[in-house]
């Protein structure tokens, strides 16, 4: 008998293992054989059992046809009855079965050197979910194998990549919001495209099919305090002046408050407005509103998805505190040219997309103008008639296909608003960006994007009285390129690794003398110039069917750079000390670590729970002494006195399905402590000051809530009712005698009920109602008089309540005409439908009849909006 050197090797290397290895007695399977070889009957046991074969090639393969049928069988029973008949005896050596052939010659046993059968090749079907109607990317796409139950979603670019066991039929479903699920059967053999095309669902009143992958949010999935928004549910949604606008309705969902009518701004578990970092196709947007808040600069038209980050974002994120909402454009129709608008009171649309070249390349085009001051010019007061008030914006997309690996996108987007009175007083700002990204797919596992990112935000005054004219200007501009692979490891673990890299411009403030008075000097304060860069990575693992774990690790650094002056300053804010820096000099350089964490647990196939940890931080900031944001607020980045802002977020989750999927129940609790926050000294000017840290003071923050959503999703009438009960308070050293102190964004409760209900196939109606816990704001104590003229006396900050705040819209929805080729609908809405005069800014005066007497005077924007807007599509 001769013994291999290789198997007295395999021997000592795998006897470590036999003393916690399973025994064949110990584990059972089923098998099912049809005219199968000995090479796949081994296969098979491998695929569902911890042991691997060891054998000579020719010693199996002369055993063929083998026909097996066995349920719940241990494998030392199965293999008795597969060597049956057969010179082929096993031995078991921890995990490994040895098989040895019996020679007749001299009735011992022939050793050679085994051949390990290789475990089952795995394979990876991947592809690109579309919509057979437009060609557009369907993001966010569920596919899912039923044997053995396993799947994936597709990327932000329509990608999927799953790995499986070789030589297996698998049946694939593959289904979307608004879409018709479809199924496909392959074998999987070797790597497999499969780009699939999915046919847009057809509404049905009278019949509504639900199933568990109809859902927008999946249980398995560690993500927490996410909300997706699809802008078909959001177009339903009433909103002043019968506009559609994703922003305003994502302030309906909880956690996320408006900072009420006529502000652009909306916080985010306790953040305060600066810290949502919102992006369009990747590119940052500064100023997301028109008109002061009462539009957002995203036209629905235009925009295929919405995703919005309340926490535990993940690490490919970052440069913010409290929320990602992160915005995608469509890409245009590659099958057919499409025309599709509407013209309502105050504003009109138009979109227009196709094919550049069919099933290749497409572009969109989508524009928005209001025209409110064509009515100012009816006036006969020749200051409102030469008036102007409008903004307008511009959406524009082309894409190119080169091959299966490769693609191409060009998106762009360009706002203003023009408020101005004559010739005299004007304002005007807007919102410019462009992306040219790149997808490449280097193999069916590893997906890449390459984007090359321009964003900036403007804004000019322009006055002219009293014979002064002169112009007002400030900017902020980026140039930022990122790299990002996304790697599928495997069935159960996802890789996300890239690096970013932002150049910033700030220009704080530039005055401009046109005439000629002599008390008016042009002047600038220094530009600031900066380096954001960051790399990060992020894993994703499905550890069991129930558990799975999502954990990274984002490490920003930002550099202040020269060229200018810097300075040090006392505990009154006054300098002490200037420095002096060349161009492009480093000042100062922070690094910060940003750790993320998420769990979830899936208790049963309707209810998981999870929980998450959060670092983010900012390294711009958003400074305004005003009780409410405008577009004149100006942004700071870090200087070597102002500090990065960091937060650090716990969050613990339940998730709930309910009547068969008809209902989802979230509730969500989190808890965030905040390091360097801003405040401004009391009798700030941070528009005129060369040094800005002066103006200012830094501190820490916490808020901490509970947020309540119950959804439905299907049947005629769908909706959510939302609740957050929250708490959000500052200590800083110099305000309030060092004591915490309510935020300017802290609410007590913030309820939302959101209905929509389809009458018929020709008529829906839809409806919200908000209530909200008045801002926090600061009121004065007393008043004394100096010379005659009577000045407020202020003690505590924010330590007041403007009145509680609630309003109720609703809309009906004439479907006039619909077929293959066109459709047109009608859409009547009230806002504030019954006229509750929510106050707007409170002010303080002496009595007109009793000096004093202090008296509060209340103003209110909107008492009643109806609207009308008529919408059309071919």
Do not use: C
């Amino acid at each position: 008998m001769r013994v291999s050197i290789f198997m007295i090797g395999l021997l000592i290397l795998t006897a470590s293992q036999s003393a916690h290895a399973q025994q064949l007695e110990e584990v059972k399977i089923t098998l099912q054989l049809k005219h199968a070889s000995m090479r796949e009957a081994l296969r098979e046991i491998e695929s569902r059992t911890p042991f691997k074969f060891l054998a000579r090639a020719e010693d199996v393969e002369q055993q063929q046809d083998i026909t097996l049928d066995v349920k719940n069988q241990s494998v030392a029973k199965i293999l008795q009855i597969l060597f049956k008949g057969t010179n082929l005896q096993y031995k078991q050596v921890g995990v490994n079965i040895i098989l040895k052939k019996v020679t007749s010659n001299n009735g011992g046993t022939d050793y050679t050197i085994p051949i390990k059968f290789k475990p089952p090749a795995k394979f990876t079907v991947s592809g690109t979910i579309r919509s057979a109607a437009t060609g557009e990317t369907i993001l966010g796409a569920t596919i899912h194998i039923e044997e053995p139950s396993t799947g994936t979603v597709t990327n932000e670019y329509g990608f999927y990549s799953l790995t499986l066991a070789s030589g297996g039929s698998y049946r694939m479903t593959v289904s979307a919001v608004g879409f018709k699920a479809q199924s496909l059967d392959f074998t999987l053999t070797s790597d497999l495209v499969e780009n699939i095309k999915l046919d847009e669902e057809a509404k049905d009143l009278q019949q509504v099919t639900v199933t568990a992958s109809s859902s927008s949010r999946s249980l398995q999935s560690p993500q927490m305090g996410l909300e997706k928004l699809n802008i078909r549910e959001a177009n339903k949604i009433p909103v002043i002046f019968g506009e559609k606008d994703i922003l305003k309705t994502i302030q309906l969902l909880p956690g996320i408050k408006s900072a009420g009518d006529g502000n652009s701004g909306f916080y985010v578990r306790g953040g305060a407005a600066d810290q949502n970092l919102i992006l369009l196709d990747e590119a940052v947007v500064y100023n997301p509103s028109h008109l002061l808040g009462f539009f957002s600069t995203f036209n629905s038209d235009a925009i295929k998805n919405i995703d919005v980050y309340k926490g535990g974002m993940p690490a490919q994120y970052g440069g913010r505190l409290s929320s990602v909402v992160d915005v995608k454009m469509n890409d245009g129709n590659n099958k057919d040219y499409r025309v599709n608008g509407g013209v309502g009171l105050i504003s009109s649309r138009l979109t227009v997309e196709g094919p550049i070249q069919q099933d290749k390349s497409s572009f969109l085009i989508s524009g928005r103008r209001t025209y409110a001051d064509l009515f100012l010019k009816l006036s006969s007061d020749s200051n409102v008639n030469r008036s102007r008030l409008y903004f307008y914006d511009l959406n524009a997309k082309a894409n190119y296909i080169f091959g299966d690996k490769d693609r191409l996108y060009l998106s762009g987007y360009f706002g203003r608003d023009v408020l101005g009175q004559a010739n005299t007083v004007g304002i005007n700002w807007g919102n410019t960006t462009a992306t040219l990204r790149w997808n490449h797919l280097f193999n069916t596992r590893l997906f890449s994007n390459t984007s090359l990112i321009y964003s900036n935000y403007d804004y000019k005054i322009h006055i002219n009285q009293n014979g002064d004219d002169f112009d007002i200007f400030s900017q902020i501009r980026d140039w930022n390129l990122k790299e990002e692979l996304q790697w599928y490891v495997s069935q159960k673990n996802t890789l996300t690794i890239g690096l970013d890299a932002i150049f910033h411009t700030i220009r704080p403030g530039e005055i401009t003398a046109l005439g000629n008075d002599p008390g008016i000097n042009s002047v600038a304060l220094q530009r600031r110039y900066s380096l954001e860069n960051a790399v990060y990575a992020t894993d994703t693992w499905k550890a069991s069917d129930r558990f799975s774990l999502t954990y990274g690790l984002r490490v920003s650094a930002f550099s202040v750079l020269g060229k200018g002056d810097y300075y040090d300053f006392n505990a009154n804010g006054q300098v002490i000390d200037t420095l002096h820096y060349r161009n492009g000099q480093v000042v100062k350089t922070y690094v910060n670590p940003e750790p993320r964490i998420a769990a979830s647990y899936q208790l049963n196939p309707t209810t998981s729970i999870k929980a998450s940890y959060v670092r983010n931080t900012q390294n711009l900031h958003l400074i305004s002494n005003s009780t409410t944001n405008s577009p004149t607020d100006k942004w700071v980045a870090n200087t070597n006195v102002i500090k990065p802002e960091i937060a650090d977020q716990w969050a613990i989750g339940y998730y709930k399905n309910l009547a068969e999927n008809k209902y989802e129940l979230t509730v969500e609790t989190y808890y965030k402590t905040m390091q360097n926050q801003i405040d401004y000294r009391n009798g700030a000017n941070i528009f005129t000051n060369h040094a800005i840290e002066s103006q200012l003071l830094f501190g820490r923050g916490r808020a901490y809530g509970i947020e309540w959503l119950l959804r439905k999703r299907f049947g005629r009438l769908t909706g959510w009712v939302s609740y957050t009960l929250s708490k959000t308070e500052l200590q800083i050293n110099g305000i309030n005698n060092n004591r915490w102190y309510n935020a300017r964004q802290d609410r007590t409760h913030d309820i939302a009920i959101v209905g929509v209900y389809e009458i018929n196939k020709k008529w829906s109606f839809s409806a919200d109602w908000v209530f909200y816990t008045g801002d926090a704001v600061t009121f004065p104590n007393g008043k004394y008089t100096v010379g005659g003229d009577v000045y407020f006396y202020y003690t505590n900050r924010n330590a007041y309540r403007m009145p509680d705040y609630h309003r109720l819209d609703f809309s009906f929805t004439d479907q006039l005409k619909k077929t293959k080729r066109f459709s047109s609908e009608l859409v009547f809405g009230v806002y504030n439908a019954y006229g509750r005069q929510n106050a707007y800014q409170i002010d303080f005066r002496q009595g007109k009849n009793d000096p004093n007497i202090t008296e509060a005077v209340e103003t209110s924007l909107f008492r009643w909006v109806p609207s009308i807007s008529y919408n059309f599509k071919f």
